[in-house]
């Protein structure tokens, strides 16, 4: 099994932190991430790769790191009508917390990212996931076939 370096940095974790512990829709969600990904001058798109699908860029590992998530108690995901929340528990909160003191100190590029994960919340914590969707990098990777990578 290929250990992906990016999954081990936990970018979807830190996303909903820096989102003060609220996404309100999947859609936002994988928006945000692909944002940072496209923002970051450090990730490799292999290590966190994207679908284009009917709304644009999609996170592939979305559903099953969420879903070890909840299985760690770390999140909670919600229905409000047609659309998916995600809050970040108390436990979720101490360990991305734990995580942004180690790799500080550890990974060379974690501020760097860490920095960019909060550029993308500024940029879009107000912001619903449809306007997100509107943004030109997002209007750009709708470009592409659908369910090519990205």
Do not use: C, W
């Given at each position: 099994?290929?250990?992906?370096?990016?999954?081990?940095?936990?970018?979807?974790?830190?996303?909903?932190?820096?989102?003060?512990?609220?996404?309100?829709?999947?859609?936002?969600?994988?928006?945000?991430?692909?944002?940072?990904?496209?923002?970051?001058?450090?990730?490799?798109?292999?290590?966190l790769e994207f679908?284009?699908?009917?709304?644009?860029?999609?996170?592939?590992?979305?559903?099953?790191?969420?879903?070890?998530?909840?299985?760690?108690?770390?999140?909670?995901?919600?229905?409000?009508?047609?659309?998916?929340?995600?809050?970040?528990?108390?436990?979720?909160?101490?360990?991305?917390?734990?995580?942004?003191?180690?790799?500080?100190?550890?990974?060379?590029?974690?501020?760097?990212?860490?920095?960019?994960?909060?550029?993308?919340?500024?940029?879009?914590?107000?912001?619903?996931?449809?306007?997100?969707?509107?943004?030109?990098?997002?209007?750009?990777a709708k470009d592409?076939?659908?369910?090519?990578?990205?």
């Amino acid at each position: 099994m290929k250990e992906n370096p990016e999954e081990a940095r936990h970018p979807r974790l830190l996303m909903l932190s820096e989102f003060d512990g609220k996404i309100e829709g999947e859609l936002k969600y994988h928006k945000s991430i692909y944002q940072y990904r496209e923002e970051s001058k450090s990730i490799d798109a292999d290590d966190l790769e994207f679908v284009r699908e009917e709304h644009g860029p999609t996170d592939r590992g979305f559903s099953s790191v969420i879903q070890s998530y909840e299985d760690l108690e770390l999140i909670e995901g919600e229905q409000s009508g047609n659309r998916n929340d995600f809050f970040l528990k108390e436990k979720g909160r101490r360990v991305a917390n734990g995580l942004k003191r180690g790799l500080s100190k550890l990974d060379n590029g974690f501020n760097e990212r860490i920095e960019t994960i909060s550029e993308v919340e500024k940029q879009n914590k107000e912001r619903s996931g449809s306007q997100i969707v509107e943004d030109e990098d997002v209007q750009s990777a709708k470009d592409n076939t659908y369910q090519s990578k990205l």
